[in-house]
T-cell receptor, first 111, second 117 residues
Framework: KQEVTQIPAALSVPEGENLVLNCSFT??????LQWFRQDPGKGLTSLLL?????REQTSGRLNASLDKSSGRSTLYIAASQPGDSATYLC??????????FGTGTSLTVIP | GAGVSQSPRYKVAKRGQDVALRCDPI?????LFWYQQALGQGPEFLTY????????KSGLPSDRFFAERPEGSVSTLKIQRTQQEDSAVYLC???????????????FGSGTRLTVV
């Protein structure tokens, strides 16, 4: 079974800092990888989707990279804002019909 | 609709009670998925439909869990004789054909939080 790990489990930064969230997966034979945001009591909001043939995707202040050979993805958030506070989940589509999710990184941006 | 709609948002059930959770996917999305998210954990796959066909139910934890999508749109996840370990958020997601293999990924609903007491 694919194992997805996210480090750190929790992160607290002052407003304005740039930060990196890490995601690693055990089997590099993935089709794509997706980063989600989850606010308390809410569902998942898709942030970025990277196909296996791609190295990175960008949307606004967010940049996600994918290195299949090392089994890693990172989510870079530039100039963090209090509104970025949420749990960030990475998930990879490996086989079958499902994503395998990590346990998430809980981010707090302090004003 | 504009998004994936799930109802109820919250459900409290007494142990042993049967519950039914509803998912209205985005119009035109043929693929539908159910996930279970325990507190502090990432979502875990339960089952997958393409139109009305349940193509994968490998994630259903026991035979107390049953999902259906009879007309290829609305889906219902039913849990019989609920147990305390069933307490979780149940998330529904829909996708264009290709599901997670596509360029579009999933669109998730807000989930149903089930608490079994």
């Amino acid at each position: 079974k694919q194992e997805v790990t996210q480090i750190p489990a929790a992160l607290s930064v002052p407003e304005g800092e740039n930060l990196v969230l890490n995601c690693s997966f055990t089997d590099s034979a993935i089709y794509n990888l997706q980063w989600f945001r989850q606010d308390p009591g809410k569902g998942l909001t898709s942030l970025l989707l990277i196909q296996s043939s791609q190295r990175e995707q960008t949307s606004g202040r967010l940049n996600a990279s994918l290195d299949k050979s090392s089994g890693r993805s990172t989510l870079y958030i530039a100039a963090s804002q209090p509104g970025d506070s949420a749990t960030y989940l990475c998930a990879d589509f490996h086989t079958g019909n499902q994503f395998y999710f990590g346990t998430g990184t809980s981010l707090t941006v302090i004003p | 609709g504009a998004g994936v709609s799930q109802s109820p948002r919250y459900k409290v059930a007494k142990r042993g009670q049967d519950v039914a959770l509803r998912c209205d996917p985005i119009s035109g999305h043929v693929s539908l998925f159910w996930y279970q998210q325990a507190l502090g954990q990432g979502p875990e796959f339960l089952t997958y439909f393409q139109n009305e066909a349940q193509l994968d139910k490998s994630g259903l934890p026991s035979d107390r869990f049953f999902a259906e999508r009879p007309e290829g749109s609305v889906s219902t996840l039913k849990i019989q004789r609920t147990q305390q370990e069933d307490s979780a958020v149940y998330l529904c997601a829909s996708s264009l054909p290709g599901g997670a293999r596509s360029n579009y990924g999933y669109t998730f609903g807000s989930g149903t939080r089930l608490t079994v007491v």
